[in-house]
């Protein structure tokens, strides 16, 4: 059974995670459910990296915090993703964030957006967690001629006006180094990749080392607002709580509180994993060592050696969960891989899984407080407020968002507060029932048009 946030009630406790790599090379911890009634000051629900992170920030500020999760531990998109850490989030560019808002703003947004990726480096280094990061050089690649003369264009102007370094690369270039088809020219930067799931099961123990309550199993049914805060309920519990984070992104249930329904879109992306490549196949292709990249379709192909030589390979999945583990959607995506490296064609494909990423209406995040509509930290004494809308980019983004979350909530001026991520809510989504029909529409566009 695949839970589908768009007509699935809610995640619930019986479901099964994912039949993921990551799952298949590690059993993170069991953590126990909820079986009480308490009270605490702040009520997290989620435990992703959004969460945790919340959690954590929440901890270390000697505050008291407990967090509920519907499943177990990396039973959300923490579990499933690619593992890929990317500077960025959501799906404008520094130099679309640029055009829309000026460089001022874009300056700001690239300091949020590594400083996403200096919080992830700086938790590891601190709290020792082990969770397989490892660096390697990350391809950005063009799929026609017109990308490649743009991501040529748009590397030289992120190196002036960002400081970002990358060295562009010819279409003879990538070809001399990779067995690869279907490629017009790239661009390669320093690049990261890690272990998801040991991720965020690192991100628990911390949180509970800590001081942070967390309890699993335990999804959040109902909501009630109080004259004194919030009681959620579970099915075997009740929490009365000051404050309240939402930290379930694109899991998030379709009815569940006014500040989130139908402000995200919730859309499967699915992966599956070869078997170990040979000798041959990896003389072949070039595939010989921890590197990671990423296509520019609209519908974005992305793959990377894992530490074992098998290739994760990853694209937009089926449109409904119930359609997720299709023979054909399988087949689709094996026939990109095998289009992109013919040499890899027969090899088996030894995991396959999908996920649900969130997608906000105008391509950004956002890190919110329910009716803040003032730039700055809230004062009011009962809050509500959500980080979520990563667009498939969220692993070192995620725990940073929960970061600020939690600041936002303490009303720490640890940020700018003015930039888009955090000057607005969620925008709704109108039609909200028709986005489905869109998107089906789109990816007929993409099965001719990204060829
Ligand atoms: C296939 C795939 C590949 C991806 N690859 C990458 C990548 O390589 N790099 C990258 O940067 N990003 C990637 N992403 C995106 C990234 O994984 C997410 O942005 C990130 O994990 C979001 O973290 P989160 O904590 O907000 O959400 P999640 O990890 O999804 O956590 C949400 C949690 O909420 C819980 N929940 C839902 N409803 C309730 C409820 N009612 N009560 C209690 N709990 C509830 C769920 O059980 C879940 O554990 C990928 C995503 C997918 C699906």
Redesign the pocket.
């Known amino acids: 059974m695949t839970y589908d946030p768009l007509i699935s009630r809610?995640?619930s406790s019986s479901l099964p995670v994912a039949n993921s790599y990551w799952h298949a090379t590690y059993a993170p911890a069991t953590l126990s459910p909820l079986n009480k009634k308490l009270s605490t000051d702040y009520l997290v629900?989620?435990?992703?990296?959004?969460?945790?992170s919340a959690a954590i920030t929440l901890a270390q500020a000697k505050q008291q915090v407990t967090l509920?999760?519907?499943?177990s531990l990396?039973?959300?998109?923490?579990?499933?993703?690619?593992?890929?850490?990317?500077s960025g989030?959501g799906r404008l560019s520094l130099s679309a964030i640029e055009s829309k808002w000026g460089n001022n703003i874009a300056q700001g947004m690239q300091a949020e957006f590594d400083g996403a990726v200096n919080l992830l480096k700086k938790r590891i280094s601190d709290f020792n967690m082990q969770v397989d990061f490892v660096e390697g050089p990350y391809f950005k690649l063009a799929h026609n001629e017109k990308q490649a003369t743009l991501l040529h264009d748009s590397a030289k102007h992120l190196k002036t006006a960002f400081n970002v370094p990358s060295t562009p690369l010819s279409q003879d270039a990538i070809t001399s180094r990779f067995g690869i088809e279907g490629v017009h020219g790239g661009v390669k930067v320093d690049g990261a990749?890690l272990h998801?799931l040991k991720l965020?099961s690192e991100y628990a123990r911390v949180a509970k080392e800590l001081g942070a309550s967390l309890y699993f199993d335990?999804?959040?049914?109902r909501i009630e607002k109080h004259r004194n805060g919030f009681v959620v309920t579970?099915p075997n519990g009740t929490i009365t709580a000051k404050h309240l984070l939402i930290?379930?992104?694109?899991?998030?249930?379709k009815r569940?509180h006014s500040s989130v329904d139908n402000k995200q879109f919730p859309v499967?992306?699915?992966?599956f994993v070869t078997a170990p490549l040979n000798e041959q196949q990896r003389t072949q292709t070039g595939l010989t060592e921890s590197m990671s990249f990423m296509d520019t379709r609209m519908m974005k192909y992305?793959y990377r050696v894992l530490p074992d030589g098998r290739l994760l390979f990853?694209g937009r999945?089926a449109v409904k969960g119930r359609d997720a583990n299709n023979d054909s959607e399988k087949q689709r995506l094996y026939r990109a891989m095998t289009k992109s490296f013919p040499a890899l064609a027969g090899i088996a494909m030894d995991y396959f899984?999908?996920?649900?990423?969130?997608v906000s209406l105008d391509s950004m995040p956002r890190i919110f407080i329910d009716g803040d509509n003032d730039i700055g930290p809230t004062s009011r004494s009962y809050q509500c407020g959500y980080?979520?809308g990563?667009c498939?980019?969220?692993?070192?983004?995620?725990a940073f968002?929960?970061q600020r979350l939690a600041q936002r909530m303490m009303n720490i001026n640890s940020a700018d507060w003015s930039l888009p991520l955090y000057q607005s809510p969620l925008k709704a989504y109108p039609f909200a029932k028709a986005r489905r029909l869109a998107l089906h529409g789109l990816y007929q566009w993409a099965k001719v048009a990204e060829r």
């Open positions: 809610g995640v629900i989620g435990g992703g990296y959004t969460g945790l509920v999760d519907a499943n990396g039973f959300g998109c923490a579990g499933r993703n690619g593992g890929f850490v990317l989030s990749c998801p965020v335990s999804p959040a049914l579970t930290a379930t992104n694109a899991y998030t249930p569940f499967q992306s699915s992966i992305y990853g999945g899984w999908s996920g649900w990423v969130s980080a979520m990563y498939g980019s969220g692993v070192s983004f995620a968002a929960g």
